[in-house]
């Protein structure tokens, strides 16, 4: 029997962003029979293992509570790819950094993405204003690790798409469209990361002085697809939902 793939929904019925919209299209070109629901409705879903999930990320948070699935955690800068960031880049929490007074500088979670955004930060101020508690996000304790870095100017930046080591897609997203990020330096990303999960994103730039460095990692199960091809994109959050779940 060929698996499920249920697509989150809007109230209007419709996908919940272009990305399940592009899930749904991709896994049907696959010969998957897809359905779509709404949020409230993932106590009554047939869960199991075997039927995929599409959704963002708090939805999938609570599908794999129900099926008993641990959350991965996934660290944007692993130690592996330190030499690839090009920058200072440590662990730190807001009091310390507070405490050091050192800035200006990037600042981003160092676990759950989902806290705030990264940015640069040039004081005291900005940075409690970053981490003030906002609707429906969780507080961010003065000891919550966050991820600091030296500011770097980006002229570009890229997305790598890769699915079981191997690079399927990618897509630009900031900057100047007609600068490249080096090929060498990204295969030897990929064949750096052993440990990666079986769906992820590396984000390359290229700075103002022409390097082109490492910007960070992302977990491919809730990745926005941004332009690749639809089936190699459902075949990402396809590998990584199975390993997660370990089907």
């Known amino acids: ?60 948070h609570a599908v794999w509570e129900r099926l008993g699935v641990r959350v991965p955690v996934h660290f944007s800068a692993p130690a592996v790819l330190a030499p690839f960031l090009g920058r200072e880049s440590w662990r730190t929490t807001q009091a310390e950094l507070l405490g050091a007074d050192r800035f200006p500088v990037f600042v981003k979670p160092y676990e759950d993405s989902k806290l705030f955004n990264g940015q640069v930060v040039r004081g005291a101020e900005e940075l409690t204003i970053l981490l003030e508690p906002r609707p429906g996000f969780p507080a961010v304790a003065a000891d919550v690790p966050l991820l600091a870095q030296e500011p770097v100017n980006f002229d570009t930046e890229w997305r790598v798409f890769v699915l079981r080591g191997r690079a399927v897609g990618i897509a630009h997203y900031r900057g100047d469209l007609l600068i490249f990020p080096a090929g060498g330096l990204i295969r030897a ?26 910007v960070e990692t992302n977990d491919g199960y809730a990745l926005g697809y941004m332009g690749i091809a639809e089936a190699r994109y459902a075949e990402l959050l396809r590998a990584r939902w199975e390993e997660i779940t370990g089907t």
């Open 189 to 214: 990303v990929l064949g750096a990361y052993a440990s990666a999960p079986a769906g992820y994103s590396a984000d390359f730039g290229v700075t103002d002085t022409g390097r082109t460095l490492l």
């Open 1 to 60: 029997m060929i698996p499920l793939v249920f697509i989150q929904a809007d109230a209007d019925g419709e996908p919940y962003s272009t990305n399940g919209a592009a899930a749904e299209r991709g896994f049907r070109s696959l010969g998957y029979e897809t359905r779509r629901f709404l949020r409230e409705e993932i106590d009554s879903l047939p869960l199991v293992p075997e039927n995929i999930v599409v959704g963002g990320m708090g939805c999938l």
